[in-house]
Every structure is written in C-alpha cells, then in structure tokens.
C-alpha cells in the first residue's frame, strides 16, 4: 500500500459526459501527478500541482482540467468525454517539487461507452 | 526532444537465472534514474533510485547501473523468481520544479518455473 487512495476504482459513463477522479497524497506529500495509461500505452504525464498551484503540465486536453485543495488532495476533471479517453488514471504523489520519488496511488479505470 | 528506450519485447528467462532489463536515453542528463514495477491494471511501485554520481546501486537481488556517458542504465534481478513477471518501467530524472515526469514504455519481464 502506497499511501495514496483514488476513488472511485471504477467508472463507466458515457461520451459527452463529465466526471471527476478524487486523489489523496500520502501524509506529508505535497506534489500530486496524474498521469493517463491507455491499453498498451506507456504512462502519459498530464499534470503536476505542489503545495495547491500548477507546477507542471504535460500533454493534457483543453478538455482535461485538475486541481489541488488546500488539504493537499487532487481532482481530476474530464469533460465531453470520448471513446478514446477510455484508460487508467494514476495519480502519485511526492514530498518535494519534483523529480525524486513518486508513489503511485491504485488507479482509477475509466471506461467511456 | 528528450527519449526512453527500453525493449518493447518481452524478455522471458528460466527461473533462477539473472534478468537484465536497458533503458536507454538521448537528449538529456537526468541528475537521476528511477526503476519501478507495474503488475498488470496496478500503479507503478518504485524500486531503486540511482544517482548520476554512482555507477552502481542494489537491493536484496536488485542492481541498477548508470553509465552517464553511454547514457544507458541497467537493471539486474538476479535469482529470478516467477513472482518477479511484471513490467519494468525507468525514469531518467532531472530534479528541482517544472521538471516534466517521463517514463519510458517498459519492459515486460516474464519468468518461468
């Protein structure tokens, strides 16, 4: 066990539609990554938040949105979904600002019908 | 651009036999380099962290080099055991913020009795 818990595990909805993945760090961390792992797909950074403001950001969708809450955890918006965003969302988490060690929380699958 | 390399086959070995996993790199220099596992619908689980400083670093039937100049790193399990099956994931590291996390696709390790 990581430390870090996503919810939900799983999630099937429809295209167009909207939804919300929720992250909490482990205790003390103050970066959370979310990263997108499609079937067959390498991990795809989407982006970084440290200590509540937006560090860094990677190949994510206008339609893709994140934030961090001053209680450290994370949410993950994607919006008019498509079928194509079906996939594993990880979230990690770490104590500094970035590049040391991450820990991955379970995942979130989503699956877009 | 910066790139990870690392075998896209996948590598099977007896048990018992040393497994040696390359991950190559090009247009960077990573101040470190991470190996994690992934078992199969898991998020990532870190292993060995490895310096740009150090040739060589182990744990327990864990060893990763780096060689700076080739940069390529290597990672050995050594008495492979089949609870070692997974896919093997690095991440060349620069360190400090706006440092875009990269991993590379992975290797999948397969360990037969």
């Known amino acids: 066990d990581s430390g870090v818990t996503q919810t939900p595990k799983h999630l099937i909805t429809a295209t167009g539609q909207r939804v919300t993945l929720r992250c909490s760090p482990r205790?003390?961390?103050?970066?959370v990554y979310w990263y997108q792992q499609s079937l067959d797909q390498g991990l795809q950074f989407l982006i970084q938040?440290?200590?509540?403001?937006?560090?860094a950001k990677g190949n994510i969708l206008e339609r893709f949105s994140a934030q961090q809450f001053p209680d450290l955890h994370s949410e993950l918006n994607l919006s008019s979904l498509e079928l194509g965003d079906s996939a594993l969302y990880f979230c990690?988490?770490?104590?500094?600002?970035?590049?040391?060690?991450?820990?991955f929380g379970p995942g979130t699958r989503l699956l877009v019908l | 651009s910066q790139k990870i390399e690392q075998n896209s086959e996948a590598l099977n070995i007896q048990e018992g036999k040393t497994a040696t996993l390359t991950c190559n790199y090009t247009?960077?220099?990573?101040?470190?380099l991470q190996w994690y596992r992934q078992d199969p619908g898991r998020g990532p689980v870190f292993l060995l962290l490895?310096?740009?400083?150090?040739k060589e670093k182990r744990k327990e039937r864990l060893k990763v080099t780096f060689d700076t100049t080739l940069k390529q790193s290597l990672f050995h399990i050594t008495a492979s055991q089949p609870a070692d099956s997974a896919t093997y994931l690095c991440?060349?590291?620069?360190?400090?913020?706006?440092?875009?996390?990269?991993f590379g696709r992975g290797t999948s390790l397969i360990v037969h009795p």
């Open positions: 990690a988490s770490s104590v500094l600002e970035g590049g040391e060690t991450q820990y």
């Open positions: 205790s003390g961390d103050l970066s």
């Open positions: 938040y440290y200590n509540g403001e937006e560090r």
């Open positions: 247009n960077y220099s990573p101040a470190y």
């Open positions: 490895i310096r740009e400083n150090e």
């Open positions: 991440a060349p590291s620069a360190s400090g913020g706006s440092y875009i996390p990269t």
